[in-house]
């Protein structure tokens, strides 16, 4: 479909209007049809009862008007049988041209009037009566069904056109070579202010989506799913992406917001005592994406952590912490366990803390750190033998 800068009625094709500026070069966007089509499915996805019950007045306006006409097209053809039975009735005996005039006269009064009747009868035979909640529940249905109706192999394009008129009344369209800016009027009276980009225009969606912090296959995925500022989509390869930014000016985003917001989530669920492990667990859960999409894991988490600049405090650290501040405060190990547990400080294996595990747990982090010591005593004497020696 060819546009122009002015209006185009789906009725009766262009009406130019009045501009200052000189009117833009003609075009052919099958993006901006398609956008038209999107719009009405849109609208008629929840059927809109104002439109549809004017559509439903207009039709029986019409047919009142039909009616009317037929009642004085017989009232018409009656007259002209009377008169022409007149005719015939004063001729009878005269001239023979005459007479064979009115007889003709008559003959063709009466063929008319045949016809007449014949295309009444016609029109009858289709007609429906419905009550007007019936009629409304009819147009609703079929409304719905018209993004199945479009795309049947056997509705013509003229019949496209007819179903548009029946909801659009025109559109007011303004290009440029970036932009096309539109306006769609409505039968209801309804506006809709549409924006669509093309040619190098696109590279404005691009650079909408960058300024979100999205990565270039996020700005992909939004582009493909129309994602987009003016729902427009896109189809771009990323090799293209990382073009376009580069014309642009601009740094591809390394990470997105929602996986840096993800990390600073980590540092604090880690510093009210989740373990690394715990913490994949419960991004896993929530459904939350990593960058390469897979699974959460515990070094996943604890990459997230040195990203920051941040070390994963070890649960070992952790225990031997919140266990020797809490023996300095007095607490013997049942009141330990019930702190513990309020404070959501995790076990190794996830379980809620008991005066015997933190009992058990203390003696050995303690063995552990006694080994430590040995190992370093040993390591130490053994470099002392390696020097003197």
């Known amino acids: 479909m060819s546009y122009h800068k002015g209006t185009y009625c789906y009725g009766c094709g262009w009406k130019w209007l009045q501009y200052a500026e000189k009117p833009c070069t003609r075009f052919v966007s099958l993006e901006f049809d398609q956008y038209i089509v999107a719009e009405v499915f849109k609208i008629l996805k929840t059927p809109p009862l104002d439109m549809l019950t004017s559509a439903l007045e207009a039709t029986r306006a019409q047919d009142r008007t039909r009616r009317s006409w037929m009642e004085a097209e017989r009232e018409r053809l009656k007259h002209e049988e009377q008169k022409a039975q007149e005719l015939m009735d004063r001729s009878h005996g005269s001239h023979r041209r005459v007479y064979d005039y009115a007889v003709d006269k008559l003959e063709k009064v009466l063929q008319a009037k045949q016809e ?7 029109e009858q035979s289709k007609a429906k009566e419905l009550q007007t909640n019936e009629e409304l529940e009819e147009l609703c249905r079929l409304a719905a069904e018209l993004p199945t109706l479009w795309h049947h192999p056997v509705v013509t394009h003229q019949e496209r056109k007819e179903l548009l008129r029946c909801v ?3 559109i007011v369209v303004s290009a440029t070579k970036e932009r096309i800016d539109a306006t769609i009027f409505w039968k209801t009276g309804a506006q809709t202010p549409i924006v669509l980009w093309h040619n190098t225009g696109r590279y ?4 909408e989506l960058h300024a979100q912090g999205l990565t270039v296959f996020e700005i992909k995925e939004h582009l493909a799913a129309g994602k987009t500022s003016n ?20 740094k591809p985003n390394r990470f997105s917001a929602d996986y840096l917001k993800l990390r600073q989530t980590a540092w604090e669920l880690h510093q009210s005592g989740q373990s690394t492990d ?9 459904g939350f994406k990593s960058a390469s999409r897979a699974p959460w894991t515990q070094s996943m988490v604890y990459g997230l952590l040195r990203a920051q600049g941040k070390t994963a405090i070890l649960l070992e650290n952790l225990h031997r912490e919140v266990i020797s501040e809490a023996r300095a405060r007095g607490f013997n190990y049942r009141q330990m366990a019930e702190e ?9 294996d996830g379980q809620p803390w008991t005066a015997r595990d933190i009992k058990r747990r203390w003696g050995g982090l303690n063995q552990l750190k006694r080994k430590r010591e040995q190992k370093g005593l040993n390591t130490t004497d053994l470099v002392d033998v390696k020097k003197s020696a």
């Open 168 to 170: 659009i009344d025109y």
């Open 278 to 286: 715990s913490i994949a667990e419960h991004f896993n859960e929530q």
């Open 116 to 122: 007449f009747e014949q295309e009444v009868t016609i």
């Open 340 to 348: 513990f547990n309020e404070r959501g400080i995790r076990r190794r």
């Open 204 to 207: 404005n969606l691009i650079r």
């Open 231 to 250: 729902g427009q989509k896109m189809n771009i390869t990323v090799g293209r992406l990382y073009d376009v930014l580069r014309k642009l000016g601009l």
